[in-house]
């Protein structure tokens, strides 16, 4: 049975869907079958790994709303082991289509049982909110990733996102864990991101992964060529970082080992 990962965090902008498309990814390579569920509205996720959603005729809207069976909508992916259940701007509706149903926080988890058992890991990507379809992702998820964004505010707004987190372990999910909280876009040469680093790591401890993604380029034009970014570029510093961040995902769950020298933090100074 497949483990289940939410990507969330309320604010844009902080990395949440280039980590999960790239989380996927690499995990993909690392000979894991993975299904990547695109749960927000924009579909970023889907373009992102080069489908193109106005191409889409049924998407996790249907599987959703209208009992289509996931099997018949997820598609395959360039990248190796990777499968997508792409989203669409339908989903949008989805919020008011389901206010009324008794089990409408439950739904995307229905969908995702469906095939849990096909993948060894199903990473969803939220949409920037902490809505409805959120709380579905939310609900259907062993665990959460929350991207934090290595600038001034960071801490802004997770409050929010741990006490729904907290809501949703209480009420619909009792099993629901922090993986843990990854910090994005860094970049060394500047006090402030240092200090957020140092921040977030006393706030949280054991909670914020060892590994760090760097500010890096080629992970912003990944997305534009439809790529992940090992395939953009294997050898960029973004791919290096979420190579490792996936191999620290593994070993947290007990699915690979890796000795204590080799294990990734950060790339030195001029590479």
């Given at each position: 049975?497949g ?8 604010k ?16 993909g390579?690392l ?18 790994i080069?489908?193109?959603?106005r ?33 669409h ?65 960071a ?40 200090q ?9 401890q ?12 080629k992970?912003?034009e ?14 960029s ?22 000795k204590?020298?080799?294990k ?8």
């Open positions: 049975m483990k289940v990962i939410a990507v969330a965090n309320q844009g902008g902080v990395g949440k869907t280039t980590t999960a498309i790239n989380l996927a990814g690499c995990l390579v000979e894991h079958k993975v299904l990547l569920v695109d749960a927000d509205p924009q579909a970023n996720a889907t373009s992102g080069g489908v193109d959603s191409n889409i005729k049924t998407s996790l809207y249907e599987c959703m709303v209208s009992d289509v069976e996931p099997q018949d909508v997820i598609v395959s992916t360039d990248t190796p082991n990777l499968y997508l259940l792409p989203g701007i339908d989903l949008v509706g989805a919020e008011i289509e389901l206010i009324n149903l008794p089990n409408r926080e439950k739904m995307m988890r229905a969908v995702i049982n469906k095939v849990k058992d096909d993948y060894d890991f199903i990473i969803i990507d939220c949409s920037p909110s902490l809505g409805l379809i959120t709380v579905n992702a939310l609900t259907a998820a062993d665990s959460v990733i929350v991207p934090v964004q290595c600038e001034y505010f801490l802004e707004g997770l409050g929010k996102l741990l006490n729904t987190i907290k809501i949703v372990q209480s009420l619909l999910n009792k099993n629901l864990e922090i993986e843990g909280m990854l910090l994005t876009m860094y970049d060394q040469r500047l006090r402030l991101a240092n957020v680093v140092e921040e977030v790591k006393m706030h949280f054991n909670l914020v992964f060892d590994t760090v993604i760097f500010r890096n380029t992970l912003g990944a997305p534009s060529h439809g790529q992940t970014i090992l395939l953009h570029d294997a050898s510093k973004g791919a290096i970082n979420y190579l490792n961040f996936a191999r620290e995902i593994l070993q947290k769950n007990n699915l690979t080992k890796i204590e020298e080799d990734y933090i950060g790339i030195p100074d001029g590479e």
